[in-house]
């Protein structure tokens, strides 16, 4: 059974730094292509990042390039996000999901390229 969990979510100032996690049990994580997303109160699922299964490739939303980093560990079968220089706006629920086989990567921003689903972890960014 596919699952995943996100950890590593807290509060934390302006300018501070968070790495999330996304651990995956019940499958091999690296035969998947994985996004992070997030929601905000009143405001629609935005995609904040994706690895590639493939070749490693990782894809940033405008918002978080130069400041946010997506990795994985297959050993470990989790992909980590990096996030640095955190912003009020970024405070959101953090979720990480599995891309649909053969959908097309560049899409990677669109919630419905991704099937399972994590249960979220809150990033609050205030001080």
């Known amino acids: 059974q596919v699952h995943l969990t996100e950890s590593g979510g807290g509060l934390v100032q302006p300018g501070g730094s968070l790495r999330l996690s996304c651990a995956a049990s019940g499958f091999t994580l690296q035969y998947y292509a994985i996004g992070w997303f997030r929601q905000a109160p009143g405001k629609e699922r935005e995609g904040v990042s994706c690895?590639?299964?493939?070749?490693?490739?990782?894809y940033y939303a405008d918002s978080v390039k130069g400041r946010f980093t997506i990795s994985r560990d297959n050993a470990m079968n989790t992909v980590y996000l990096q996030m640095n220089d955190l912003k009020p706006e970024d405070t959101a629920v953090y979720y990480c999901?599995?891309?649909?086989?053969?959908?097309?990567?560049?899409?990677?921003?669109?919630?419905?390229?991704?099937?399972?689903w994590g249960q979220g972890t809150q990033v609050t960014v205030s001080s």
């Open positions: 999901a599995t891309q649909r086989p053969f959908f097309p990567i560049k899409l990677w921003y669109t919630p419905d390229a991704y099937d399972h």
């Open positions: 690895i590639s299964s493939s070749d490693g490739s990782t």
